[in-house]
């Protein structure tokens, strides 16, 4: 929860907020099998799978296929977005969820840990400013 924040006026002062609901979910996943990481149309199943499973509605989608085959691919959600980044030289994704509301990010990532078939995980979780 975000417990103050700056407003600009004649001078730079600091007002009470209350904050809540809005959250940063950061997952860097090292996978066992690489190939998951080149594989676009499994990667958005994956991405869709969580999304559904964290109770979020998808919006719309965009991925890319990189000239190394790594994939950028994001979910756009009513409760804001979903995104997968890969790096197949290191067997790695990034994961990054931008939630608000009554989506369960917990879920999201567990489900998407496990259709990558995650090996380790390192995951961060930064609340962030609404209004």
Excluded at 30 to 40: F, I, K, M, P
Excluded at 63 to 74: E, H, L
Excluded at 86 to 109: C, H, K, M
Aim: glycine fraction near 8%.
């Amino acid at each position: 929860m975000i417990e103050h924040a700056v407003v600009r006026g004649n001078q730079f002062r600091t007002r009470e907020l209350q904050i809540e609901g809005m959250r940063l979910h950061a997952m860097d996943a090292w996978v066992r099998r690489v190939s998951v990481l080149t594989d676009a149309e499994e990667l958005k199943a994956i991405l869709y799978a969580g999304a559904n499973a964290g109770g979020a509605t998808v919006l719309g989608e965009e991925f890319c296929v990189f000239p190394n085959r790594a994939v950028t691919g994001v979910l756009v959600l009513a409760q804001s977005h979903l995104s997968i980044h890969t790096w197949p030289e290191f067997a790695l994704a990034n994961v990054d969820l931008l939630s608000y509301g009554d989506i369960r990010g917990a879920a999201v990532l567990y489900e998407i840990c496990r259709r990558l078939d995650v090996e380790r995980a390192n995951i961060s979780y930064i609340e962030r400013a609404l209004g």
